[in-house]
């Protein structure tokens, strides 16, 4: 379900401390039932807009990689499955609409330069932190609806 996606990812993040791409992936895998400890921490490096660079969202970062769990291939034997990239493109689409306050970039969505290391403090004691949690749950939600489908 959507919503419980999204109220995962908030817990994972407000509660165990999760960077986005983490939480928003490993509320991909629950629902998909697939992956592990090892590709959540994978997913660390793309936390603060691709290793805190402000660049592409780590929320939108962990539902392509959760895309690409559902349609993806995992051998060489395997085939992908098209949709992978016509489903990613339109979660693309809608996360900016819906999400993103137009953009798939953290540095316009958190407002923040990670490479500052007193703005990144900052952040953390700010109310930023929580609007950013919520997106990051409203990015699993719209990923939810993407993994129904």
């Known amino acids: 379900m959507p919503e ?6 908030m817990e994972l993040m407000a509660e165990q401390h999760f960077h986005c791409s983490q939480a928003v992936l490993a509320a991909g895998q629950e629902k998909l039932g697939k992956g592990g400890e090892d590709l959540v921490r994978a997913m660390g490096a793309f936390g603060g807009g691709l290793a805190a ?5 780590g929320a939108v970062a962990g539902a ?11 051998t060489s034997e395997e085939r992908e499955d098209p949709r992978m990239w016509t489903e990613g493109r339109a979660f693309l ?13 953290c540095r316009d969505i958190a407002g923040v330069d990670w490479t500052d290391a007193e703005a990144a403090k900052a952040f953390y004691k700010s109310d930023r932190l929580k609007d950013c949690i919520g997106m990051c749950g409203d990015a699993a939600r719209l990923l939810g609806e993407f993994l129904e489908k």
């Not at 419980?4 to 990812?9: F, I, L, S």
């Not at 392509?64 to 995992?74: P, S, V, W």
């Not at 689409?93 to 970039?105: D, L, Q, V």
């Open 4 to 9: 419980e996606m999204k109220k995962r990812t």
């Open 53 to 57: 660079s402000g660049d592409v969202c």
């Open 93 to 105: 689409r809608r996360f900016r609409e819906e999400c993103g306050k137009g953009s798939i970039y």
């Open 64 to 74: 392509l990689a959760a895309i690409g769990l559902k349609y993806g291939r995992g």
